[in-house]
């Protein structure tokens, strides 16, 4: 397995039903990464009541996930793990920018002690 950056965090949610790319696909490849040092926060959703129908939808390939409740949920847990990293995206006051199929970009800037995130 490539070596990646060993300070990256990941965070992931993954359907133990999903129709297209099995639970232990994720399962295993989260745990070559966290014995690589990654920090992870994995969510693994199991059953019709983890569906709240505004975050998780479904139990499909993407639980029925939009972009924008995704950020939202997860933004709180990102900036938790920027403020406890040094030196970080903050101090390089670093701007990533994601494309989405849609033609929509992501954009998470970091400067001035915080994250934010923009859609454009």
């Known amino acids: 397995m490539y070596k990646y950056n060993h300070k990256t ?3 992931s ?5 999903d129709n297209l790319a099995p639970a232990t ?3 295993n490849y989260l745990t070559d990464l966290k014995e ?9 959703v199991q059953k019709e009541s983890d569906i ?11 639980m029925g996930m939009s ?9 709180p ?4 793990i920027v403020k406890n990293s040094s030196p970080a995206d ?4 670093s701007t990533i920018c994601y494309q989405t199929s849609l033609n929509q970009t992501y954009t998470f800037s970091f400067a001035n002690n915080k994250l934010v995130c923009t859609l454009i």
């Open 13 to 17: 949610y993954h359907s133990i039903h």
């Open 67 to 75: 972009n924008k409740e995704l950020l939202k949920w997860t933004m």
């Open 77 to 80: 847990k990102i900036s938790n």
């Open 25 to 27: 696909d994720k399962i």
């Open 52 to 62: 709240d129908g505004k975050f998780i939808k479904n139990l499909n390939h993407s």
């Open 36 to 44: 690589q040092g990654h920090r992870i926060d994995f969510t693994l």
């Open 9 to 11: 965090a990941i965070i």
């Open 90 to 93: 903050l101090e390089y006051n």
